[in-house]
């Protein structure tokens, strides 16, 4: 689902970025970035709280630990978006939750054809 759905997103960014001379790929690569530390986080906070659940004074830490990860995540993103596109805040600000609107929407059609696929398939 990811692979059509991070070219979807690009597309949208291109879109959004009409004006400027970036060039898709340039979109692709940032949306593939920004999934990367997505799913890593994922991936670092999951074994950290299974790694918790075998000490138990740990737990509390590292589910805090992993509340600001998954917090910090759309700050991220937003941060990120300003420092690669070089814009100001309120314009930043205004591409960010247009691309968030897009982003549900996209993922909710991307994640419908999957259940479509699947329930064909089987």
Do not use: D
């Amino acid at each position: 689902m990811m692979l059509l759905f991070i070219p979807v997103i690009a597309g949208l960014m291109k879109l959004l970025y009409a004006f400027s001379r970036r060039k898709y790929v340039e979109h692709l690569v940032f949306f593939v970035h920004v999934h990367t530390f997505f799913f890593l986080t994922g991936v670092v906070t999951t074994l950290s709280l299974r790694a918790a659940g075998l000490v138990p004074f740990l737990t509390s830490p590292v589910r805090g630990v992993t509340l600001v990860a998954w917090l910090y995540f759309p700050i991220y993103v937003y941060l990120a978006m300003r420092h690669v596109y070089r814009q100001g805040h309120a314009l930043t600000a205004v591409k960010y939750l247009a691309l968030g609107g897009g982003y549900f929407v996209a993922f909710l059609a991307s994640f419908l054809g999957l259940i479509i696929y699947t329930a064909v398939t089987l």
